[in-house]
């Protein structure tokens, strides 16, 4: 029979092990965005999850070609952008915007949301502001 003691310090390094997993998981935001170059795109909200641990927003862009492309734009937590004063109405599926962001380093249909604009001039920004300001001191 296993002790109390063996027991306890298994637990405790499979608890350890979890965290240590987590952690590894969430990644360097600096890894994946270029924070030195900026994207723009034009195109329809079409799904919008405000979740943790980063919230994305789907939008179809029609491509040069005239092929339609899904981009996914991230940006932070659900209790980030709630603090910031998202909702669920804050941005509308089927609205037209511009979003502006930091393109993924990968070259694939994603970037980390700078700001939107829609239509009517309204704009709606995301949690980047300090990448902002660190880039713009280069």
Known sequence: ??????????????????????????????????????VTVEGVITEVRIANPHSRITLEIEDEQGDAVAWAIETGAARSMTERGWNRDTLPVGSRVTVLGFPAFSGRPVMALIQFTFEDGREVRGNLDRYLRASEAD
Do not use: P
């Open 1 to 38: 029979m296993i002790s109390r003691i063996a027991m306890s310090g298994l637990f405790a390094g499979l608890g350890w092990l979890f965290v240590a997993s987590i952690g590894y998981t969430h990644h360097n935001f600096n890894a994946y965005f270029d924070v030195r170059a900026r």
